[in-house]
């Protein structure tokens, strides 16, 4: 993962999930376009997932993820998830932690797409071989949605 692409992490040794780890980039952004296919206007869903991290080094700028989404993809349109921008400590190892969030939706009609966005920043960190040490690596897992309240109306 020296290009800074996020992979399917082939399951070793963590196991199959999405994983980012922004070695020698910027960052890493992981979008997710989601459709409405519940044939119902919704104004509330909730997202949920694993979330695990490791090897986090201390020259890492900030830990985790930071998660966004947007009814339109449009530019002043994305709001912050804070449920999935936690901050995470370096550790050696840190295990999978379930995450979910309530998003509140003015209205996501049906066909319409809903946009979720993780990005993970940089350190300048360096690489096992070069002696510096690793990135924080980050995975998401078991992910989905549940549409919690629909509108009423036409």
């Avoid at 449920?83 to 999978?96: K, L, N, Q």
Wanted: aromatic share 10%; hydrophobic share 35%; with cysteine.
């Amino acid at each position: 993962m020296a290009d800074g692409r996020a992979a399917w992490n082939d399951g070793r040794p963590h196991g199959r999930k999405l994983q980012t780890r922004p070695t020698l980039v910027a960052g890493t952004a992981l979008l997710a376009r989601l459709k409405n296919d519940t044939g119902a206007r919704v104004t509330e869903i909730e997202l949920f997932y694993d979330h695990g991290s490791w090897m986090a080094q201390e020259n890492e700028q900030v830990f985790g993820h930071r998660a966004f989404f947007s009814l339109t993809g449009a530019p002043g349109s994305w709001r912050l998830i804070p449920a999935f921008s936690s901050h995470f400590a370096p550790a050696p190892s840190v295990g999978e932690t379930p995450l979910s969030a309530r998003l509140e939706l003015e209205d996501w009609e049906p066909g319409r797409p809903l946009f979720v966005l993780w990005a993970d920043a940089n350190g300048p960190g360096g690489t096992e071989t070069e002696g510096t040490g690793r990135e924080g690596a980050c995975t998401i897992d078991n992910f989905g949605v549940r549409p919690l309240r629909q509108a009423s109306g036409p």
